[in-house]
């Protein structure tokens, strides 16, 4: 039976993250990549998030990514971390929905979102979460791509 040596080594460095896992990593970061298509184009907006639940909230000031979640509600949702010795990266899959309840609004303003950007953002979505995935993945050297006793070309 002919083996993959390379699996070997992958199933050494990347850990599949579970669920409660993902969600402890969205919980600490606060900066996240926001993933929409509009026009069969994909955009990245970065934005400042917070978790609620099962959601991930941020806010947002009229234009692009509220015309693009108006268009198309589905998206993704991206955040990683990252030291000396691991990175870890969670992706979120859901639907976005502007909200528009006062009780809502007022709920959302409760949470401690703070955003990096010195502007006005007053429109709060909420992305409710159908899938959730993660990888951890140990840092280091890549392996050498090709055996060392390669002979070289023309010896």
Not at 105 to 122: C, G, M, Q, R, V
Not at 133 to 153: D, L, Q, V
């Amino acid at each position: 039976m002919f083996t993959n040596p390379a699996s070997s080594r992958i199933d050494e460095v990347v850990e599949i993250l579970t669920e409660e896992q993902c969600w402890n990593l969205l919980d600490r970061c606060e900066l996240g990549r926001l993933a929409v298509v509009a026009d069969g184009d994909p955009e990245i907006f970065p934005v400042n998030y917070v978790t609620d639940g099962p959601h991930v909230l941020f806010r947002t000031a009229p234009g692009t990514k509220l015309e693009r979640l108006s268009e198309s509600p589905r998206v993704a949702f991206e955040v990683d971390e990252y030291d000396d010795t691991h990175a870890a990266s969670v992706v979120l899959k859901g639907v976005a929905h502007r909200l528009t309840l006062q009780s809502e609004i007022d709920a959302a303003e409760a949470l401690a979102l703070e955003s990096w950007i010195p502007t006005l953002k007053y429109r709060w979505v909420r992305i409710t979460a159908t899938q959730v995935s993660g990888r951890r993945f140990a840092r280091g050297k890549e392996p050498e791509r090709y055996r060392a006793s390669r002979e070289e070309p023309g010896a």
